[in-house]
């Protein structure tokens, strides 16, 4: 079983599209995370939610819109794609406190043309 | 703020190498340190922590002590074999419930046959 599985692997489409990536995580964890990783492999975090309470919301353009139904899913929606959206974008997963580490999806590449 | 600084790669070594990854940080209060792997088109795996001074970390023959007087955890391996050829991130994370990882930019690391 995989514990923090995003969906999909691969994302290709146009400038000005809206899209969505999905993540869920089967290990209880309490607090889950987006992450954004450019093309220089730098990771920057985006959101985080703890028990679907928005906990961090850095400096992120409002076409990004987090969404947590409960606290085993994040889904992460953007409108209006900009070709700087291109990225590889993380979903991750922790106890309450990021103190003991993060448990990483796959991740989701991301490509606007 | 709280930062991490790694040495900027690649790292090109032979197989059988000694490996050391230098990594520095500055944290607002007591950190926990972390080292991660990715491996290529993969997601980010633990490979050690270290939650408190003198603390070492070990992995897969990977090793990593947290210093607090030079607020320093450099990574070091023996023997790397070409299996190791992956980027390697250095994380800390401060504070209670709501906290994150704080990554430094990752290293590229290369082992040749």
């Known amino acids: 079983d995989t514990a923090v599985s995003q969906t999909p692997k691969y994302l290709v489409t146009q400038m000005g599209n809206d899209k969505s990536i999905k993540c869920e995580q089967n290990?209880?964890?309490?607090?889950m995370y987006w992450y954004k990783q450019d093309s220089k492999k730098f990771l920057k975090i985006m959101f985080s939610y703890n028990n679907k309470e928005l906990i961090i919301n850095e400096t992120v353009p409002n076409r990004f819109s987090p969404k947590s139904p409960d606290k085993a899913h994040l889904n992460l929606h953007i409108n209006s794609l900009e070709l700087g959206d291109s990225a590889v974008y993380f979903c991750?997963?922790?106890?309450?406190?990021?103190?003991?580490?993060?448990?990483f999806g796959s991740g989701t590449r991301l490509t606007v043309v | 703020g709280d930062s991490v600084t790694q040495m900027e790669g690649p790292v090109t070594l032979s197989e059988e190498a000694f490996l050391t990854i230098n990594c520095t940080y500055t944290?607002?209060?007591?950190?926990?340190l972390f080292w991660y792997v990715q491996y290529p088109g993969e997601g980010l795996q633990l490979l050690l922590k270290?939650?408190?001074?003198?603390d070492k970390g070990s992995n897969k023959g990977f090793e990593a002590t947290y210093r607090k007087e030079t607020t320093s955890f450099h990574l070091e391996k023996g023997s790397v074999q070409v299996s190791d050829s992956a980027v390697y991130f250095c994380?800390?994370?401060?504070?209670?419930?709501?906290?994150?990882?704080?990554f430094g930019g990752g290293t590229r690391v290369l082992v040749k046959p």
């Open positions: 991750a997963s922790s106890q309450v406190t990021a103190n003991y580490g993060y448990t």
């Open positions: 290990l209880g964890h309490d607090t």
């Open positions: 270290a939650t408190k001074a003198d």
């Open positions: 944290a607002t209060g007591y950190p926990s």
């Open positions: 994380a800390l994370s401060v504070g209670a419930a709501g906290n994150k990882l704080t």
